[in-house]
């Protein structure tokens, strides 16, 4: 057996499925926030403020991840890319939080 590498046949189709990964948590946040709009009427401020979060952090991570991959598009499969650690703090953070206020706003009398 021998130990070379194999080389990359699709080497367009990763970034693009990545692009499109990140297109659908954008649309996942949308659809969480838009969710948050059937207490409203119990919660006032407090959900226009969560919907107003969740909705700008779906629409940064949609434009900002589409015009990173690009960005990275034209230099795959190069090593040496950097992860999009920002981006996944940023999600991350933002989905906890969502995932808080759910919580409170389901949960409170």
Known sequence: MTDHPTPRVDAGLQPER???AWQRTAISFLAASLLFLRWATQHGPVVA???TLAAL???WTFF???TRLRRVAHH???PG???ATGEVLVVTTAAVALGAAALWVVLAP
């Open 64 to 66: 900002h991840t589409r």
């Open 49 to 51: 403020v969560v919907v």
């Open 18 to 20: 990545t692009a499109l």
């Open 57 to 59: 952090t779906a629409t």
């Open 76 to 78: 795959f499969p190069s």
């Open 81 to 83: 890319l950097d992860p």
